[in-house]
T-cell receptor, first 110, second 113 residues
Framework: ELKVEQNPLFLSMQEGKNYTIYCNYS?????LYWYRQDPGKSLESLFV?????AVKQEGRLMASLDTKARLSTLHITAAVHDLSATYFC??????????FGTGTRLKVLA | DADVTQTPRNRITKTGKRIMLECSQT?????MYWYRQDPGLGLRLIYY???????NKGEISDGYSVSRQAQAKFSLSLESAIPNQTALYFC????????????FGPGTRLLVL
């Protein structure tokens, strides 16, 4: 049974600082997804990582995937308040199901 | 207009009542999903469907049923609602394929008293 764990669960950081969110998963997968959820809103796709060593960047966010370590990271560079949200990773189980992590709630303080 | 819509957006009901949550999509996707979100538990899959004739149970299907009325419509029913079904429910669609991405509806907030 695939398990997906994120850490930290909560992250409070100052504007301008850097930090990394981690997503570990328990069984082999060559794909991983990152989503963002604003309070009271739906989930929005951020990144699709399709292979070992994949790296995607958009703005102050960069995601990477190491399939051998079963680990993905979401790195935040020079955080700004607008990045405050909950971030989820999701890993496909088999062909049709997605297992989501518990989410990392990020709060960026001015 | 939103690509994935859900109705109602908020619902309060009483224990034992039957309720239906509806999802419609205009993205033309074959795959549709129902999830529930609870604080600290992420999203858990209730049911999924890959076309109108294909319905599959997810992790937590007990107490729920679904109907795929058309490619664009996927409904979730709670036959006899109970308080621990209080949650935020999301419908999602996807296009399949290697770069498959799920597109989520706005969610339905359900409170069972």
């Amino acid at each position: 049974e695939l398990k997906v764990e994120q850490n930290p669960l909560f992250l409070s950081m100052q504007e301008g600082k850097n930090y990394t969110i981690y997503c570990n998963y328990s069984t082999t997968s060559d794909r991983l997804y990152w989503y963002r959820q604003d309070p009271g809103k739906s989930l929005e796709s951020l990144f699709v990582l399709l292979s070992n060593g994949a790296v995607k960047q958009e703005g102050r966010l960069m995601a990477s995937l190491d399939t051998k370590a079963r680990l993905s990271t979401l790195h935040i560079t020079a955080a700004v308040h607008d990045l405050s949200a909950t971030y989820f990773c999701a890993v496909p189980e088999g062909t049709y199901k997605y297992i989501f992590g518990t989410g990392t709630r990020l709060k960026v303080l001015a | 207009d939103a690509d994935v819509t859900q109705t109602p957006r908020n619902r309060i009901t009483k224990t034992g009542k039957r309720i239906m949550l509806e999802c419609s999509q205009t993205k033309g996707h074959d795959r549709m999903y129902w999830y529930r979100q609870d604080p600290g538990l992420g999203l858990r899959l209730i049911y999924y469907s890959f076309d109108v004739k294909d319905i599959n149970k997810g992790e937590i299907s007990d107490g729920y049923s679904v109907s795929r009325q058309a490619q664009a419509k996927f409904s979730l029913s709670l036959e006899s609602a109970i308080p621990n079904q209080t949650a935020l429910y999301f419908c999602a669609t996807s296009d399949g394929g290697r770069r498959e991405t799920q597109y989520f509806g706005p969610g339905t907030r359900l409170l069972v008293l």
